[in-house]
């Protein structure tokens, strides 16, 4: 929870911190970790395009307040504000969808990475794309960011227990699904 | 499962992620800072069309002329039950669909809102759904649900709509209500609308 994470006033949302500098340890931050949550964002929408705002954002809102997060805690926070990020881009496309009725150029997707993997890792990463959002959550930040149940769950908000059924489900369900290719 | 299975999940995980290339710039994003309004010209508007309705009604209440303190008491009675994410049930369950005038006390955000908490919370739609402050910092919908000359779409509350709100970040939010609505808010430093008749 981003709450826990905060130092000081716990969980406030600061004013804007105007004229506010990026520190020399919040760059240090930036130069490590700006790939790796590249990324996860791109393991979580398959769109390098908006990954990248999605790391962009969760940086911005960290530099508005890095002056009461803990830098210990900092990467954390980052990941949950990608993985949150991730969650308003769906839902905002879906908003969109229902109130407006048109295509934007948000909407078409951009080109596909994956078909520069091997066919058998591609046959994995289309069959992840097929499970509910939360189960692909759980199993990218198991399987890619290597994170415990318990991390898992702190960057999900959501309890230890879904993080194991997430999980058990989703893999069932790849399993499913990748037997089904190969019988085909 | 299947250590076979996981092995593959990882490698293709990896494989997929290694494509992404390292960003040619190592330099920190830059953006607009979202700024704290000059002006409280929309709270006004929301406090002024409360007031109206209290005389309409015959209630009578009492707005303190500082606004910061008015945000802060009318936080407080909310805040009190912002313990966690799972409190928008009891509070939210007020208005069952939702739809209203004007609340004889609109609810808003604590002056410092906690990110992840849902807070009831009714938001203003007299003029379209154009966006709410939170925390002293307006966020906007983009774009802004506007229908006709000025007013909220259909289904949606005139002049409030009650529901609840969440930060996600400390710069995105979301509102929902029991109607089924979702509204996404973004702190982007955009103008404040000014109010509407």
């Known amino acids: 929870m981003l709450v826990a994470l905060i130092a000081g006033e716990a969980g406030a949302v600061d004013q804007p911190v105007v004229g506010a500098q990026w520190d020399d340890a919040l760059i240090d931050l930036y130069r490590a970790q700006r790939l790796p949550l590249l990324r996860l964002a791109v393991l979580l929408t398959d769109d390098p395009g908006a990954a990248e705002d999605v790391v962009q954002d969760a940086f911005v809102a960290l530099q508005r307040r890095w002056h009461a997060v803990d830098p210990a805690a900092a990467a954390g926070y980052l990941r949950t504000s990608v993985v949150n990020g991730v969650r308003t881009l769906y839902r905002r496309s879906g908003v969109a969808r229902r109130h407006l009725h048109r295509v934007s150029p948000e909407d078409v997707p951009s080109a596909d990475l994956a078909v520069l993997l091997s066919e058998e890792q591609r046959e994995v990463i289309e069959a992840l794309r097929t499970l509910p959002r939360r189960q692909r959550e759980v199993l990218v930040l198991r399987y890619w960011s290597e994170l415990s149940e318990a991390e898992i769950a702190a960057a999900l908000d959501v309890a230890r227990g879904t993080v194991k059924s997430s999980a058990s489900r989703g893999l069932a369900s790849l399993q499913k699904k990748l037997g089904d290719r190969r019988v085909r | ?197």
């Open chain 2, 1 to 197: 499962m299947s250590d076979d299975l996981e092995r593959r999940l990882r490698d293709s995980l990896r494989a997929y992620a290694e494509l992404v290339d390292a960003p040619d710039s190592t330099a920190p994003p830059t953006r607009a800072s979202a700024q704290p309004a000059p002006l409280r010209r929309w709270r006004g508007a929301v406090l002024a069309a409360a007031a109206v309705a209290a005389v309409i009604t015959g209630s009578v209440w009492f707005v303190d002329g500082h606004e910061a303190d008015t945000a802060g008491s009318a936080a407080s009675d909310v805040s009190a039950t912002a313990g966690g994410p799972d409190n928008d049930a009891g509070a939210a369950a007020e208005a069952q669909d939702g739809t209203m005038a004007a609340p004889d006390e609109a609810l808003s955000v604590p002056a410092s809102p906690v990110v992840g908490v849902a807070y009831p919370f009714d938001l203003y739609t007299h003029c379209g759904i154009r966006g709410a402050e939170l925390g002293g910092v307006w966020f906007a919908v983009d774009p802004p649900l506007v229908e006709g000359a000025g007013n909220p779409p259909a289904g949606w509350g005139n002049q409030y709509q009650r529901g609840a709100v969440t930060l996600l970040t400390a710069d995105e939010a979301v509102f929902r209500d029991d109607a089924g609505h979702e509204v996404v808010l973004l702190a982007d430093g955009s103008a404040r609308p000014a109010p509407c008749d």
